[in-house]
């Protein structure tokens, strides 16, 4: 197979895979073409692919005649008709907000593979690219954090005065909310930590965090690793418990999501006018609407004194490690669906072939976007 590493745009800092990732590749009996600078940003030079024999091509040759295109965004629409029929896409593609471009790539006779769909189970786990990423994001939110708060996190004492440690919010104990909570306590901050999901209590406590007990939550045990919406009722005793931590905060971390859903909104405007001013707040759920009110996606503002980052892609600025792991992450998939002679074998009875396949044939072939696009 022709495998093709596109050059990401719209300043995206990663690349789909690294030299090493493709060295792997080319062992097993693939081509592997590298649109030129595709790893620049991520410190990984043309020459670095070149000492791996990978081949240095256009984008143009690349789209027309790669089976597998590797591009960790979909593609601008306007090269679509540069593809051949079942070419192969794999990336983060966000099938849930896309409709309308999953119904173009099925028109296309494309098969893609968005493995931000992959179900989230025990054989996934070194092929989820939601976990390495959010892994890291949770990283740098807290560092972002630390940088941007007028004041130090841990404690201190010195002959000219005393510092008390840094109160930290973090908002949803996924992936990344575990990070930035065993990050924050690293650099000295005490550690609040709310979730609806109340199994996360354990290791929110284990990483030394305190727990924000809400009874009533809804039972999200069948949702694949995911929350649930929850009811007014719940919502109401949550924002009761929460005014109180807003209100004892320095810094809040923003993590809180439900697949394919508008994130939910934790924190009013009145609660982020009990905090003091100074405070910083990273909300890593801005892209799909934030978990804090007023934050934008993108930018960073001031209101009420508090400094408000939205910035749902925090991973990209650390391209090296985000690429190394998001590498990994597509090189046992690729492993899934290749052959160790570089012949493809695409098994539809596999659950992690059929789960994170959007399109195949000419048809959406994932059963719930499928659904999802009829009802609308
Ligand atoms: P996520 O990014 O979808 O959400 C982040 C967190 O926000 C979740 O813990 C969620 O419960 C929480 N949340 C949602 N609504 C909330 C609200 N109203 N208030 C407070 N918190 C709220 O989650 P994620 O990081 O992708 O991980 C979710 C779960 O899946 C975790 O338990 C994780 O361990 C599990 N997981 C399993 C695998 C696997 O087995 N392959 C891989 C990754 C994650």
């Known amino acids: 197979m ?13 690349v789909s895979i690294l030299p090493e990732q493709a060295a792997a590749l080319i062992k097993n009996g693939n081509s592997i073409w590298l649109e030129s600078g595709a790893g620049e940003a991520a410190f990984a030079a043309d020459t670095l692919y070149q000492a791996n024999q990978v081949s240095i091509e256009t984008r143009e040759k690349i789209l027309q005649q790669a089976d597998v295109l590797l591009a960790y ?9 540069l593809l051949k029929e079942g070419t192969i896409l794999v990336g983060i593609y966000q ?40 892994n890291i994001a949770g990283y740098k939110a807290v560092l972002l954090a ?34 930035a909570i065993a990050t924050a306590k690293r ?27 809400v009874a009533g939550a809804a039972d999200a045990s069948k949702a694949g690793g995911y ?43 009145a609660m982020l006018q009990q905090m003091k001013p100074g405070s910083v707040v990273i909300d890593l759920a801005a892209s799909t609407g934030g978990n804090v009110f007023g934050v934008k996606n993108n930018e960073t503002i001031l209101l009420h004194g508090v400094t408000l980052v939205g910035n749902s892609q925090l991973a990209a600025e650390m391209p090296w490690d985000a690429s190394k792991l998001y590498g990994k992450n597509i090189l046992n998939f690729l492993q899934l669906i290749i052959d160790n ?27 719930r976007i499928a659904e999802l696009i009829d009802l609308k």
């Not at 004041?151 to 575990?178: E, N, Q």
């Not at 949550?238 to 320095?250: I, M, N, S």
């Open 227 to 269: 929350a649930v919406e929850q009811s007014e009722e719940f919502k109401q005793k949550q924002q009761a418990r929460l005014a109180e931590a807003v209100a004892k905060a320095d810094i809040i971390i923003a993590t809180a999501q439900l697949q394919g859903k508008k994130a939910p909104l934790l924190i009013t405007e």
């Open 187 to 213: 650099l000295g901050a005490v550690v609040e930590v709310s979730d609806t999901r109340p199994a996360v209590k354990e290791e929110v406590m284990s990483l030394g965090g305190k727990f924000i007990e």
């Open 73 to 81: 965004w979909a593609l601008p629409e306007s090269e679509l008709n």
């Open 341 to 367: 002679k570089g012949n493809l074998n695409l098994n539809f009875e596999d659950d992690l072939v059929k789960g994170c396949c959007i399109t195949h044939n000419g048809a959406i072939t994932h059963e």
């Open 146 to 179: 630390a940088n941007l708060f007028p004041r130090y996190f841990p404690m201190f004492m010195t002959a000219a005065g005393s510092i008390a440690p840094a109160k930290v919010l973090i908002l949803g104990a996924g992936v990344a909310g575990l990070q």
């Open 95 to 134: 099938p849930l907000f896309q409709f309308n471009l999953m119904k173009k790539w099925a028109d296309k006779k494309l098969t893609t593979f968005s493995l931000d769909m992959i179900p989230r189970t025990t054989r996934a786990q070194s092929m989820d690219v939601l976990s390495s990423q959010a």
């Open 2 to 14: 022709i495998i093709g590493i596109l050059r990401e745009q719209n300043r995206e800092k990663r």
